[in-house]
């Protein structure tokens, strides 16, 4: 299978390493990680202000603020989402945040082991003793996130840590389209057994390859080293690289050493990945210049959808966004040269006397039409909330004017709110916004499902209720919004 749109994103520099894996559908799942990995890229520095932990999570957070901004002014990006694995080098030190099902990965002192946790719901079964890891691979919901970055009710919840680094050490970011083909096992020989790291890369991409990922892949392998900045000298870009023969568009990214230089990648990416619904920009060349100087005044490897933001401007609402940004950063405010005040002449007063009024009389006006149309659009919109402690379809927004509400119950349904876990339970009291009634009735299905779900445990029954219908598997996890469909008990703890 040749994927058409590279969800996939990440950069490395001197400093700071991160790697997005976004999802959300045909509009959205590039945007969000090329959008997260522009909006972070400054912290490429030596020095913060603040605490480097404290900062990178700051930044992420600003950064799914934003996002959220990009779904309010751009409705056919409902949905979107994107993990993030992210360090950032201060002296010794590397701070570390993550959200989502990218790894991170850590070789040091001849110890190979995973550094970041799943933020999946078969990680959750195994942290709670339901599940054991080797059945994990085999799970049919395998791929639903419990947390991710983007169009989410919840405020993002990330992992943070802070590690000594030594010289020699390696560390390795990827996204899950590695570790859905690779095991772990593969994924140490390969980087123990390999000193270059840009045939590291090359290897771990081919093996991948082989194994026929179902997914976008996007590597970055790091090695610290004591290196003086006079030796710093970033490499030529690597020319993009398509698989030979079917397979997935595979990116890549290399930095050696993560403290003092950068080696660049492989980077590989279909063209015609823009979000639907961007219009043309006539700014957008100048746009895309202004977001590659400021990244050239580093070195660093930037690789996937955000690469295509910057070099090709095919996701324009990116490449827009993120150069209004770093114009707002670098921005010179300049005094405005004084000029002699205009005198006003009799004539301009006349035409204020009645250009005052007719100005009242076509805001009244706009108003009021603003009104309608704006009540005419509430009843076009769907979400799921609560009614009566359960689980109902609304019809409208979940706000109100004065005592008038904006939204009545379309379907009231049988789903307990407290059978449901407490992440959906919490969003569903928050209300999920939906596309359209269709939209609805299938969150409403998959809470259902999660209902179920939720009472496996230790004392459920080894069998399915007589005259229980198993709901249907769930998909891959291409919205945050997605939830787990209802298992039997047996798929709960797995095959004894």
Not at 332 to 360: C, G, M, N, S, Y
Request: overall charge negative; charged content about 20%.
């Amino acid at each position: 299978m040749v994927r058409l749109k590279n969800d996939d994103s990440a950069y490395v520099g001197r400093y700071l390493a991160v790697v997005a894996d976004g999802m959300g559908g045909h509009a959205g799942g590039n945007v969000a990680s090329a959008s997260t990995v522009l909006d972070l890229v400054h912290l490429d520095s030596g020095t913060h202000d603040d605490e480097p932990l404290t900062v990178l999570a700051d930044e992420i957070q600003a950064a799914n603020s934003l996002l959220s901004e990009l779904v309010t002014t751009s409705p056919q990006l409902s949905g979107m989402g994107t993990t993030v694995t992210a360090l950032l080098l201060n002296g010794n030190r590397f701070a570390f945040a993550h959200i989502g099902d990218s790894r991170a990965y850590r070789l040091k002192n001849g110890v190979f082991e995973q550094i970041s946790i799943d933020h999946t719901f078969v990680q959750r079964l195994i942290d709670e003793g339901r599940l054991r890891p080797d059945e994990a691979e085999t799970h049919p919901h395998k791929n639903v996130l419990m947390r991710v970055l983007g169009d989410v009710d919840a405020s993002p919840e990330l992992d943070l840590a802070t590690f000594e680094v030594e010289p020699g050490e390696k560390w390795l970011l990827c996204s899950d389209g590695l570790t859905a083909v690779l095991r772990d096992s593969d994924i140490e020989t390969v980087l123990r057994e390999t000193a270059d790291l840009q045939r590291c890369v090359d290897i771990l991409v081919e093996l991948t390859l082989a194994g026929g990922s179902p997914d976008n892949v996007t590597v970055a392998v790091l090695e610290i080293s004591e290196v003086s900045d006079d030796s710093v000298t970033p490499a030529e870009p690597a020319a993009p690289r398509l698989p030979a023969s079917g397979g997935s568009v595979l990116p890549a990214a290399v930095a050696q050493p993560a403290a003092a230089g950068a080696t660049d990648s492989l980077a590989a990416s279909e063209p015609g990945s823009g979000s639907d619904g961007d219009e043309a920009d006539d700014e957008l060349p100048a746009r895309a210049e202004l977001i590659r100087q400021d990244l050239s005044s580093r070195p660093h490897v930037l690789v996937g959808a955000a690469s295509l933001a910057t070099q090709t401007g095919q996701i324009p609402i990116v490449t827009k966004r993120s150069a209004e940004r770093r114009a707002a950063r670098t921005l010179t405010h300049k005094a405005d040269p004084e000029t002699e005040p205009a005198i006003e002449q009799p004539e301009a007063k006349q035409r204020r006397r009645w250009l005052v009024p007719a100005i009242l009389a076509l805001i009244t006006v706009l108003l009021a039409a603003v009104l309608w149309v704006g009540y005419t659009w509430t009843q076009t919109r769907y979400y799921v909330g609560t009614a009566d402690n359960k689980v109902a379809i609304y019809n409208g927004v979940s706000q109100s004017l004065g005592p008038i509400r904006l939204s009545d119950v379309t379907e009231q349904t049988d789903i307990p709110v407290d059978s449901l876990p407490e992440y959906q339970r919490n969003r569903v009291e928050g209300t999920i916004p939906a596309k359209d009634l269709l939209h609805a009735e299938q969150i409403v299905e998959d809470l259902r499902g999660t209902a179920r779900v939720s009472g496996c445990g230790p004392d459920a029954p080894a069998t399915p209720a007589a005259g229980s219908t198993p709901a249907p598997s769930a998909s891959a996890s291409d919205s945050p919004t997605a939830a787990a469909q209802a298992v039997d008990p047996a798929e709960c703890g797995g095959a004894q």
